[in-house]
């Protein structure tokens, strides 16, 4: 079990959300979205914790957005923790980013791009802050301890791992349910990105994806057991920055937590 800001995460503990839109696009839309999760979240008694990435470094196109200004985006995820009391969850890609996004979120997130990558996972748990890393699309589940690993050489043992699809030829993501029970037999609280697993990797110059299969995604993680669910949410995905075609329509939210809520407590007993 890893402890966030009093949040017990844990695969036998009541499950928790992590959601927000993918990127900061600007204070609006961050602190929009940020009290419709935290109302959804309360009225199904869910711990919460709002993810959203101050910046983005893996994008398709070289021209893709990237971010508002690093500084700008911390300053409102800040904001955002000062306000409406909710952790922050972002991602970094370098070893130089882990100190200073660590000033403002609770847990640090490995893209999966990078979870083999050695020096960002120590930069990361130097921090001390909880760590989540994405499952890379080319791994198998047991081979995320050793990722987890890195991590705890540091002394922190504060670490979640994330599934969010495996490579199925090209342009495709499969989830192997197997492998949320294989990751939690490692001894970590498991998470289940149920919004980029129905992404379409490269598809043209952006990622295309399958939204419909967010909700079976999602209860089928619930039925098997996570700790915590992923979603990015967004207003008007279509019109989002980034993961236009795989965020889900932010008034959509309540209903996928009365179910996949309804789906944990029957699993787990509580």
């Keep these: 079990m890893v402890t966030i800001d009093k949040i017990e995460i844990g695969n036998r503990n009541p499950l928790v959300l992590f959601a927000g839109p993918c990127v900061v696009e600007s204070r609006e839309l961050i602190l929009r979205t940020a009290e419709a999760v935290r109302a959804a979240a309360e009225k199904y008694r869910t711990p919460v914790l709002f993810k959203s990435s101050y910046k983005k470094a893996n994008r398709t196109s070289g021209g893709s ?50 979870c083999r990558q050695t020096e960002l996972l120590h930069a990361a748990g130097r921090t001390g802050r ?75 110059k952006e990622t295309a994806g399958q939204p419909q299969f967010i909700f079976p995604l999602a209860r089928a993680g619930a039925a098997v057991g996570i700790a915590a669910l992923f979603v990015e949410v967004h207003p008007n995905p279509a019109q989002a920055l980034s993961d236009a075609a795989s965020q889900l329509q932010l008034d959509l939210l309540d209903e996928l937590l009365r179910q996949v809520t309804e789906i944990d407590k029957m699993v787990k007993q509580f």
């Design 65 to 114: 957005f990237t971010g508002i200004g690093d500084d700008e985006a911390l300053k409102i995820l800040a904001e955002v923790k000062r306000e409406f009391g909710l952790p922050i969850v972002t991602d970094i890609h370098t070893e130089a980013e882990a100190a200073v996004a660590a000033e403002v979120a609770d847990v640090l997130q490995i893209p999966a791009f990078l």
């Design 130 to 204: 909880g760590v989540n890393i994405k499952k890379g699309q080319f791994l198998a589940p047991e081979d995320m301890k050793h990722a987890a690993a890195k991590v705890e050489e540091t002394g922190n043992c504060r670490v979640l791992l994330c599934e969010r699809g495996t490579t199925f030829g090209y342009h495709n993501l499969v989830v192997d349910m197997r492998s949320l029970k294989i990751m939690s037999d490692l001894g970590y609280p498991v998470v289940l990105d149920a919004t980029h697993s129905v992404q379409l990797p490269s598809a043209g």
